[in-house]
């Protein structure tokens, strides 16, 4: 059983900054496989970043430079570090664990980025 909680969601200006926390459960974070995933109304769930366990990470094209997606595993921690946001990232987050043939699944925070 692994659970995946969000926090660190909220309403943000444009140019402004949010830190996106997922806790983990489980005593093989460390072997997982981590990602942020977003989803805007009327719209598709859609890969941000995703993270493997020895720090090597990747990038959806639409926020390479403004975000960054980080790990701490001594306490079973993600990160999404978003700097610059715009209009356009506005979503619910999602926060995902995987270690094959096992894919977990947060409940998302919501972001707003709105003037």
């Known amino acids: 059983q692994v659970q995946l909680v969000e926090s660190g969601g909220g309403l943000v200006q444009p140019g402004g900054s949010l830190r996106l926390s997922c806790a983990a459960s489980g005593s093989t974070f460390s072997r997982w496989v981590m990602g942020w995933y977003r989803q805007a109304p009327g719209k598709q769930r859609e890969l941000v970043a995703t993270?493997?366990?020895?720090?090597?990470?990747n990038y959806a094209d639409s926020v390479k430079g403004r975000f960054t997606i980080s790990r701490d595993n001594a306490k079973n921690t993600v990160y999404l570090q978003m700097n610059s946001l715009i209009p356009e990232d506005t979503a619910v987050y999602y926060c995902r664990a995987s270690e094959a043939p096992r894919t977990y699944w947060g409940q998302g925070t919501q972001v707003t980025v709105s003037s």
């Open positions: 993270i493997i366990t020895g720090g090597l990470t």
